[in-house]
């Protein structure tokens, strides 16, 4: 303790390091997202080039290109990045609080409360917009707090809370599949999208609300990243470090659930984005700083490119979901292996 | 360092309908190390937890400068009462350095910025526990001596005059268990921290406590100095285990011989004999 001073000076630059090393991991994460976004939407079924994309996205009117871009690929773009982040952001969210990467929302069934509530709105009460948003995002968190609730015993054990939503997750897509199977005259494509999720027939208006849940839940969620880093070493350490555990913990079930739900509302339970994303950025991050916004972004990725890939890249089309299912399916299974050897943790 | 008075007042808390404490006082003497022993479910986990504001409790108060720690706002409290629970979570990943500045958490709110007291707090820990040249490495990758040491560096990065541990020493090779109550040994007499922690082995809680509180049913069967408390009495009492206490030739700090049924040399057993007869 006597050499105090010129010790610190390295505590300094390791932890400015790690700053650093943050900072440009996240530029890069969002060069890749801009780059994804520029790929929509010039390299489609045809080539549009840059420039005619930016003379489109600062308003001049092209004949052809400009329907081409602006009204078929732009929403689709900026919806699939605005519903990858809260996929992304949620996902992780639950993750890191519940240190357990099965803890994810689309894990513990619920995205598939969302998506059960959304599909009853719109194909049942022939409900539109808003309210069918409101609604997932209300049954999103009777959901949360069912399974909260069902697996509550002397504190919550992650193995049950995974275990009951894992079972609640299944019972909700019997329940969408019942719905959508005994709806009449109900298409294929809307099918795809409330059993594995799709941005297929995307509108920018339907852009708003998930800007909106970003921006209230996400930066409230943010807003918490120190609780949020205290509670990743365990809730007595959390207490001790001053944390109320309770209620940070409520707050970020509602955040992670309004995220989630509103995109879910929009979209479709997109398979696995919320599960992989987090997983996904700890592998990219490595210890160098806070999960959430990287996993914001690589849950974007994840939603371009599957789209990317499920429209341009594959012999037929498919929805997003099916390529992001196809992708974290086997990523599931090696986890379920791990976490019964090791017990691992985020 | 500021003197704390800190004290358990007629405490009764437990889980679900099981009362695990019951009217229990105990006043912890600032500036010293106490070490908590006892039974398997005597309690004495329960007792540190709600010590600690980890369990409410059903009657009765933990007191900290006479006011109630379980109304006293949390971040407040954290930056004067540390813990270091029984199994603390490393997150997968992540350095040393990184967990170490986590216990800087009560210091900062939302929107601090990290400063050089923050810095400063962090790198005395590491320097403290002898982990500063693990700073870069990831926890997972260390030893279990070394990530305990790493733990308690951020207990102590989090500069409170009172730190309670439960069982430190638990999973650790005895050169490590000497290794960590050396180092909290270090920490009181430097820092004058008030070390409050529950310990498995009597020998090594008599060997480091200036106080031993000994437990049984939820209550303080004995407390006073490791001389007073470690008794064969008290562990008769206590672990319903015959034993004989020595003075142990490198402390001069009693320790317990417990004294079982086989592998004794012929005057033990005739001593034990004796005494079990005169029990008949």
Request: charged letters at 15%; aromatic letters at 4%; one cysteine or more.
């Amino acid at each position: 303790m006597t050499e105090l001073a010129p010790t610190v000076d390295l505590i300094i630059n390791s932890r400015r390091r790690r700053a650093g090393r943050h900072a440009v991991l996240l530029a890069l994460l969002i060069a890749v997202v801009l780059a994804l976004f520029g790929i929509t939407l010039s390299v489609g079924q045809s080539f549009t080039p840059p420039v005619e994309v930016i003379r489109v996205l600062i308003g001049q009117d092209l004949p052809g290109t400009s329907f081409t871009v602006a009204q078929l690929r732009l929403p689709r773009a900026v919806l699939s990045i605005l519903a990858g982040m809260c996929f992304g952001l949620g996902g992780v969210a639950f993750q890191v609080m519940l240190r357990n990467p099965l803890a994810s929302p689309d894990i513990i069934g619920i995205t598939s409360g969302a998506g059960a509530a959304a599909v009853f709105a719109i194909v049942v009460l022939s409900m539109t917009g808003p309210m069918v948003s409101i609604l997932a995002v209300a049954a999103g968190l009777c959901v949360a707090v069912l399974v909260y609730g069902l697996s509550f015993r002397n504190g919550i054990a992650g193995t049950r809370l995974i275990l009951v939503g894992i079972g609640m997750s299944a019972m909700l897509q019997s329940v969408i599949a019942y719905i959508l199977s005994s709806a009449p005259a109900w298409s294929l494509q809307e099918a795809m999208r409330w059993l594995t999720g799709s941005v297929n027939g995307a509108q920018l208006s339907q852009a708003l609300p998930l800007f909106l849940a970003l921006v209230l839940f996400g930066g409230l969620l943010l807003s918490r990243t120190r609780d949020l880093e205290a509670l990743q070493l365990g809730d007595d350490t959390a207490a001790a470090l001053g944390v109320r555990v309770a209620t940070t913990r409520m707050l970020i079930i509602v955040c992670a659930v309004g995220m989630i739900a509103t995109a879910t509302a929009v979209t479709g339970p997109i398979a696995f984005v919320a599960f992989l994303a987090g997983p996904i950025a700890a592998r990219i991050v490595r210890g160098n700083g806070s999960l959430l916004l990287p996993s914001a972004l690589v849950g974007a990725i994840l939603v371009l490119a599957g789209d990317y890939v499920g429209q341009l890249l594959l012999p037929s089309r498919y929805p997003v979901g099916v390529v992001t299912g196809a992708l974290g399916a086997p990523y599931l299974i090696f986890l379920i292996v791990r976490v019964n050897r090791t017990g691992g943790s985020l | 360092m500021t003197t704390h008075s800190f004290a358990a007042n007629r405490l009764s808390a437990g889980y679900d309908d099981r009362e695990i404490l019951q009217d229990l006082d105990l006043t912890i003497s600032p500036g010293k190390i106490t070490v908590i022993v006892g039974a398997n479910a005597c309690g004495k986990s329960t007792l540190l937890r709600t010590m600690s504001r980890l369990i409410f409790p059903r009657q009765g108060q933990v007191l900290l400068d006479g006011k109630s720690i379980h109304q006293t706002p949390s971040r407040k409290l954290a930056r004067t009462l540390g813990l270091l629970p029984q199994s603390p979570v490393a997150p997968e990943g992540i350095t040393v350095a990184d967990l170490v500045s986590r216990g800087r958490h009560p210091h900062q709110s939302l929107f601090s910025r990290w400063t050089r007291q923050d810095d400063e707090a962090v790198d005395s820990a590491l320097a403290a526990t002898k982990t500063f040249d693990l700073a870069e490495r990831p926890v997972d990758e260390l030893s279990g001596g070394q990530r305990q040491r790493v733990w308690i560096a951020m207990a102590l990065a989090q500069q409170t005059d009172i730190l309670l541990l439960d069982e430190p020493t638990t999973f650790l090779d005895i050169n490590h268990q000497i290794e960590v109550l050396d180092l909290l040994t270090d920490l009181n007499r430097a820092r004058g921290t008030t070390v409050v922690m529950v310990l498995h082995d009597l020998n090594l809680a008599a060997r480091y406590a200036d106080y031993l509180v000994a437990m049984t049913e939820g209550r303080v069967h004995a407390f006073g100095t490791p001389e007073d408390v470690l008794t064969e009495d008290m562990v008769r009492q206590v672990f319903g285990l015959e034993s004989r206490i020595i003075t142990d030739p490198i402390s001069a700090r009693p320790i317990m011989l417990p004294i079982g049924r086989h592998r004794m040399a012929s005057n033990e057993t005739a001593h034990v004999t004796e005494k079990e007869e005169k029990r008949l």
